[in-house]
T-cell receptor, first 115, second 116 residues
């Protein structure tokens, strides 16, 4: 069964520092991959998605992610953290070969940004 | 602006009660989903529906049922609520697209259910 692993349930960075949130997937067939963000008391919203068109994907709010097939990774980065980036981030993969329309989510990484 | 609306933001129920969580989307999406979100466990799929009156079990369907009588509405039913069903419930929808699909999910704001 496919799985998505996010390393680190909590990540803390200083304002202006690099943000790196890690995601690895397990699949012999590279799936479609997504990063979602959840701000406090809100639902999830899409940050970016990988669709095999390009390995470096740019998303909203200055985030980007790089798909590396050899490492089965899809890490999320942002060069300079803002206080407003404090949220929980979820990596997800299309459940290739599974039930129609289902996504497999990682357990989430909560990002804290210190002033 | 596209919307997925969940009827209640907070809900408090008693053990044994029958609980209905409602979700409505205005985007004519074929697929609708109910997830449960718990700290440290991420999102887990309870049920999803790919068309009116069609449903499939997700990873944790026990103790839940669903209803989709109209395309825009997807209801989650807790037949007899228990304390271990205290959780945040998130509804989502999207176009079906191809399989696999890279269509994005649109989420509601969630319903925090407490079962006492």
């Amino acid at each position: 069964a496919q799985s998505v692993t996010q390393l680190g349930s909590h990540v803390s960075v200083s304002e202006g520092a690099l943000v790196l949130l890690r995601c690895n997937y397990s699949s012999s067939v590279p799936p479609y991959l997504f990063w979602y963000v959840q701000y406090p008391n809100q639902g999830l919203q899409l940050l970016l998605k990988y669709t095999s068109a390009a390995t470096l994907v740019k998303g909203i709010n200055g985030f980007e992610a790089e798909f590396k097939k050899s490492e089965t990774s899809f890490h999320l980065t942002k060069p300079s953290a803002h206080m407003s980036d404090a949220a929980e981030y979820f990596c997800a993969a299309e459940n290739y070969g599974g039930s129609q329309g289902n996504l497999i989510f990682g357990k989430g990484t909560k990002l804290s940004v210190k002033p | 602006d596209v919307k997925v609306t969940q009827s209640s933001r907070y809900l408090v129920k008693r053990t044994g009660e029958k609980v209905f969580l409602e979700c409505v989307q205005d985007m004519d999406h074929e697929n609708m989903f109910w997830y449960r979100q718990d700290p440290g466990l991420g999102l887990r799929l309870i049920y999803f529906s790919y068309d009116v009156k069609m449903k499939e079990k997700g990873d944790i369907p026990e103790g839940y049922s669903v209803s989709r009588e109209k395309k825009e509405r997807f209801s989650l039913i807790l037949e007899s609520a228990s304390t271990n069903q205290t959780s945040m419930y998130l509804c989502a929808s999207r176009h079906s697209g191809t399989t696999p699909t890279n269509e994005k999910l649109f989420f509601g704001s969630g319903t925090q259910l407490s079962v006492l």
